[in-house]
């Protein structure tokens, strides 16, 4: 890999890891979740966004951001998943903690080690099913289920999922590691392991659709595509953009043609606590550069 990649990832990875300990300083009870999110967003003068901040509380694992005058705040007792992501021209860093509002450290605790295990295991010529069963033996020790249908992913520029999927399980898939960037993400539950789709989430990405009928859709069309390209995107951002009424109707408009895609808010299968660890790393043959240390 370039060494000019390799830097762009590492400084993505040093500001991502500050959004997550500013995170960790500020989510405590009663602060709501557009605070978090405003002063994590602050990061994006330095390098821009990946994706929007994943506010994901106990069985909600993933694609949970706030709305704009979004009045959910943490509740003592919560599991608090931050999840963030930033790009250095386009190289891209994807890291994610679990915040215990409650006393549930081993199922944070599990995560964690099954995190540390995976990258121990991983590296250039290993099949990913050795790397998912690192990351489940550690889990089920801890007497707890990895989520099976939720992955880490390879990393490339301006793509967020792409190649490769790191399972956080044992699977039946032969895909063999090469050099490049991951994040690993394992997702730990008290629960029956497996998440659902439930509503529709504030996160967006660009679809193939018929274009719009309304020039002002496809001016925000336009810029979606010169702001973020392949990125996901949050509606609150085209609200700041354009306006709510704008803003508002145009995402629906491009859903409808098919032009946006939206993501659905995930939850644990049988409601179970979901803690979740993640690292990017790059997988190099000369040995692993882990950007996102914390």
């Given at each position: 890999?370039?060494?000019?990649?390799?830097?762009?990832?590492?400084?993505?990875?040093k500001i991502a890891v500050r959004m997550l300990s500013r995170a960790r300083e500020i989510v405590k009870p009663g602060v709501k979740y557009t605070k978090v999110v405003e002063e994590l967003e602050k990061f994006y003068e330095e390098?821009?966004?990946?994706?929007?901040?994943?506010?994901?509380?106990?069985?909600?694992?993933?694609?949970?951001?706030?709305?704009?005058?979004?009045?959910?705040?943490?509740?003592?007792?919560?599991?608090?998943?931050?999840?963030?992501?930033?790009?250095?021209?386009?190289?891209?860093?994807?890291?994610?903690?679990?915040?215990?509002?409650?006393?549930?450290?081993?199922?944070?605790?599990?995560?964690?080690?099954?995190?540390?295990?995976?990258?121990?295991?991983?590296?250039?010529?290993?099949?990913?099913?050795?790397?998912?069963?690192?990351?489940?033996?550690?889990?089920?020790?801890?007497?707890?289920?990895?989520?099976?249908?939720?992955?880490?992913?390879?990393?490339?520029?301006?793509?967020?999922?792409?190649?490769?999927?790191?399972p956080n399980t044992k699977t039946r898939e032969q895909n063999t590691i090469h050099e490049g960037a991951y994040a690993i993400e394992p997702f730990t539950t008290n629960g029956a392991g497996y998440v659902v789709e439930t509503k529709?989430?504030?996160?967006?990405?660009?679809?193939?659709?018929?274009?719009?009928?309304?020039?002002?859709?496809?001016?925000?069309?336009?810029?979606?595509?010169?702001?973020?390209?392949?990125?996901?995107?949050?509606?609150?951002?085209?609200?700041?953009?354009?306006?709510?009424?704008?803003?508002?109707?145009?995402?629906?408009?491009?859903?409808?043609?098919?032009?946006?895609?939206?993501?659905?808010?995930?939850?644990?299968?049988?409601?179970?606590?979901?803690?979740?660890?993640?690292?990017?790393?790059?997988?190099?043959?000369?040995?692993?550069?882990?950007?996102?240390?914390?």
């Open positions: 890999m370039d060494e000019e990649i390799i830097n762009n990832y590492k400084e993505a990875g390098a821009k966004p990946a994706f929007p901040i994943n506010i994901s509380v106990n069985s909600i694992a993933a694609h949970d951001t706030p709305k704009i005058n979004d009045e959910r705040s943490f509740e003592k007792g919560d599991m608090v998943k931050v999840d963030v992501g930033v790009h250095v021209n386009g190289y891209i860093a994807d890291t994610a903690i679990t915040v215990d509002l409650g006393d549930n450290s081993d199922l944070v605790k599990a995560s964690k080690e099954a995190l540390s295990a995976a990258i121990d295991t991983i590296k250039p010529g290993v099949n990913t099913r050795d790397v998912g069963e690192a990351i489940e033996n550690v889990i089920k020790s801890y007497g707890f289920m990895p989520i099976i249908n939720l992955t880490g992913h390879e990393l490339k520029k301006y793509e967020l999922h792409a190649g490769l999927n790191i529709s989430s504030e996160i967006f990405s660009l679809s193939s659709g018929a274009n719009p009928r309304r020039q002002k859709a496809r001016q925000v069309l336009k810029w979606i595509e010169e702001e973020y390209k392949t990125l996901p995107f949050a509606k609150r951002w085209i609200i700041q953009k354009f306006g709510p009424v704008e803003g508002s109707l145009s995402i629906n408009e491009l859903v409808k043609t098919g032009s946006l895609h939206n993501y659905p808010i995930l939850r644990e299968g049988s409601n179970g606590l979901v803690a979740q660890t993640e690292k990017t790393i790059i997988v190099l043959d000369s040995g692993n550069i882990v950007t996102t240390s914390f």
